[in-house]
């Protein structure tokens, strides 16, 4: 079993910054990848970013060049810094561990841009 626990959401003007964290506890020593998901109201959750344990990264085009995700595997933990943010990037941010073909997930942030 992995346990996520998310900080760092809230609100934010467009064309500011915000840096989310996530904490990975339990079974660690077997997630590969950690990624970012989002979910806005009345959509589909989707994939925002995600890094495997070897260092290699994939972004949604809707974000690439603006955030980014990195990864601390001594401590667990993944981030990601979001810059230029946009009103549309407005959603419920949440962290996700694979472990194999188990998904983990977090309880989720509120991550709000302001027009």
């Known amino acids: 079993q992995v346990q996520l626990v998310e900080s760092g959401g809230g609100l934010v003007e467009a064309g500011g910054s915000m840096r989310l964290s996530c904490a990975a506890s339990?079974?660690?020593?077997?997630?590969?990848?950690m990624a970012w998901y989002r979910q806005a109201p009345g959509k589909q959750r989707e994939l925002v970013a995600d890094?495997?344990?070897?260092?290699?990264?994939n972004y949604a085009d809707t974000v690439k060049g603006r955030f980014t995700i990195s990864r601390d595997n001594a401590k667990n933990t993944v981030y990601l810094q979001m810059n230029s943010l946009k009103p549309e990037d407005t959603a419920v941010y949440y962290c996700?561990?694979?472990?194999?073909?188990?998904?983990?997930w977090g309880q989720g942030t509120q991550v709000t841009v302001s027009s």
């Open positions: 339990g079974s660690t020593s077997n997630i590969n990848v």
């Open positions: 996700n561990a694979r472990v194999f073909l188990t998904h983990y």
């Open positions: 890094s495997s344990r070897g260092g290699s990264t």
